[in-house]
């Protein structure tokens, strides 16, 4: 899927210094013609149209401006994506909260990127936005693990396993031991069927164990971070520290795989949430690491 493509001329036109522009130029060409006529108010309006033509051929391709637009679209993706979260997590809460517990380590984290993110402003720190971001992507990932959890949880209990088993095996005994009038075809295809359907619930759980060990270690790692960040704000090492805690803290390439893999049968949509992510994340230069080399970290 493609990354949504931004119009950097419509952010500039419709941008809130633009519109009160625009309507104070229309304001005093009103003001204008009351005394001296409408040839007099055009005057404005013609110096408005040159004022625009000139910005439009410079603003859009400023580079703060369009990291300024950037950010706000990412802001806005990072909304949207966590009210959905939250809502699917909360359709479920019984599953959820049973199988994780509560919220609190998610407040916190959330706690930790709400005051990393005005440390961010102050200019004597090495903190930059673009590291609070990632931190703030990562109470998104820690949301997708959860819904994750209670997707996964839902199916196994859908499942009775013992059950399935036990018509495999008599499936495997009908097919040792065939009688007149028994279907060979059919009872083999009810026996891949069931197969695939162990295959499916076996990858399933070890799904779950790689995600709930990533779900249990994240919190501790924002607080960590958080730590080294508030102990020595402007620190001269803080950059390299806080670069490869924040590389350790991201998803791996296989835990996404996973998280999209858990997701992508029974909410399409949340999956292709996380795809968007993870292309958002590559255009903005944040590149996921594959459990190789994080390992050697």
Known sequence: MQIKQVSYVKEMLYSQGNMFAVLGTVAASVLISIPYGFNAALIPLIGLVAGETIAAMFIPYSENFRAAVDKKYREQERAASRQHFLEEIHKREGIAFKVFGSMDAYQRMLQHVASLYQYASDSRTSLSMNDVEKLDDATLDYLS?????????????????????????????????????????????????????????????????????????????????????????????????????????????????????????????????????????????????????????
Request: hydrophobic fraction near 40%; charged fraction near 30%; proline fraction near 3%.
């Open 145 to 297: 693990m959860w819904l994750a959890l209670t997707v996964i949880e839902e199916r196994a209990n859908s499942v009775n396993m013992k059950e399935v088993e036990t018509r495999l095996e008599r499936i495997d005994q009908d097919l040792a031991d065939i009688k007149p009038g028994m279907d060979q075809l059919q009872l083999q295809k009810a026996r891949n069927d069931y197969l695939s359907l162990i295959t499916r619930q076996r990858r399933m759980l070890s799904r779950k164990a790689a995600i709930e060990a990533a779900i249990i270690s994240m919190p501790d790692q924002m607080d960590e971070i958080y730590q080294t960040i508030m102990t020595a704000p402007t620190s001269s090492d803080v950059d390299s520290k806080l670069a490869e805690s924040i590389a350790k803290l991201g998803l791996e390439e296989d835990l996404e795989a996973e998280l999209e893999g858990a997701l992508r049968d029974t909410m399409p949509v949340i999956s292709q949430e996380l795809e968007n992510r993870k292309q958002s994340r590559v255009a903005a230069g944040v590149k996921v690491q594959p459990q190789a080399q994080k390992n050697t970290q």
